[in-house]
């Protein structure tokens, strides 16, 4: 069995992300990607260097009975309704965070949405998303190298949730992607 080290593992995960905005993603049975058809073919993502300092053995704690909560788009309109199940908590610079993470039903994967102070001038506007695997243990690793944009950071026609306040993050996570473009 040949293992990747943690480099390996991260350049491999950035290059399926282009790859997969470029060729598309599955979502039911429909092959789509919100980066305009003109700007695939050569499309180049922007990231951080890897940093191990934003990679969290973190602490899960599942909501006892979920919530579904509707968050206003940018435009001011309500979104489709999310599943809040639960949340992490992990400590950065003797500070303790708490994030809350949705269930998406339509890529059957949890997410935290979240800003941070890179937002605006470094990272998109509106914030980034982090995929949260393994919730049914009590701890899972929370990688900020692994955080992506929302699919409205590519194309403006689209339009996203704004982030909740409670996962407004108070420190500068200088890791993942940069802003589009």
Not at 23 to 49: A, C, T
Not at 69 to 75: A, C, E, P, S, T
Not at 80 to 93: A, D, Q
Not at 133 to 162: G, H, M, S
Request: aromatic share 12%; net charge neutral.
């Amino acid at each position: 069995m040949i293992t990747m080290t943690y480099e390996e593992e991260i350049k491999t995960w950035r290059r399926n992300r282009e790859k997969d905005l470029s060729e598309g993603i599955m979502i039911g049975e429909m092959l789509w990607s919100p980066v305009p058809e003109n700007e695939r073919k050569n499309l180049k993502l922007n990231f951080y260097p890897i940093n191990t300092e934003f990679k969290f053995n973190t602490r899960v704690k599942l909501l006892e009975e979920i919530q579904e909560r509707v968050l206003k788009r940018l435009d001011g309109e309500p979104t489709h309704p999310f599943l809040v199940v639960g949340h992490v908590e992990f400590t950065f610079k003797s500070k303790k965070n708490q994030l809350s993470f949705i269930y998406d039903k339509q890529m059957d994967a949890h997410y935290i949405a979240f800003r941070d102070l890179t937002c605006v001038k470094e990272t998109y506007t509106n914030g980034r998303l982090l995929k949260v695997e393994n919730i049914e243990q009590k701890t899972t690793i929370l990688d900020f190298n692994k955080a992506f944009n929302f699919a409205c950071a590519y194309n403006e026609t689209l339009l996203c949730p704004v982030i909740p306040p409670e996962n407004w993050l108070h420190l500068p996570i200088v890791a993942g992607e940069k802003k589009y473009h």
